[in-house]
């Protein structure tokens, strides 16, 4: 019985920082600030699912490895995750949310990705992020406030006219 489940648990390594293949460092951009990588110092965590189910997967999430302006600014604290009822050598659609302060509803959903997992005889491989930065862009108040004062121009012009 013991033996069956285990072929039911297909793995991954999640690390955002493995050269040359892998360097999706996770930014933040603003109209005032730029971009900036997100850092150990903000509660800012990572939390992986299995998109076709939604269920999070073994260890619940992850933070990341420095703080903000540092060189390991947007890289992820290392896992191996286990994803439960995909056996190794199956493909696993793998969903990441970004939960934090900054974003507006509290969370961002990146993926899902498409990797063959590995386990018991088979390395976990690495989750295919690439080599681009995955950003996520907050718009700031003062974008805000200038997209309702147009819109509340053109109002009163479209009735003045009338």
Do not use: H, W
């Not at 490895?65 to 286990?82: F, H, I, L, Q």
């Not at 509290?106 to 992020?129: D, E, K, M, R």
């Amino acid at each position: 019985m013991s033996a069956y489940a285990a072929l039911g648990q297909g793995q991954f390594v999640f690390n955002n920082r493995v050269p040359p293949d892998i360097n999706a460092r996770f930014m933040l951009c603003t109209d005032t600030l730029g971009t900036s990588s997100i850092g150990s110092d903000g509660p800012y965590t990572i939390q992986l699912f299995n998109a076709d189910n939604g269920a999070p997967l073994d260890p619940a999430s992850t933070g990341f490895r420095g703080p903000a302006g540092s060189a390991a600014a947007g890289y992820v604290v290392p896992t191996t995750e286990t994803v439960a009822g995909v056996a190794p050598g199956a493909n696993a659609r793998i969903g990441l949310t970004l939960t934090g302060p900054k974003i507006p509803g509290g969370s961002v959903v990146f993926g899902p990705y498409v990797l063959t997992l590995g386990g018991g005889t088979i390395t976990p491989p690495n989750l295919p992020l690439g080599t681009s930065p995955l950003v996520f862009c907050i718009p700031e108040p003062s974008t805000a406030v200038l997209a309702l004062f147009g819109i509340s121009g053109a109002f009163l012009i479209l009735r003045q006219r009338r």
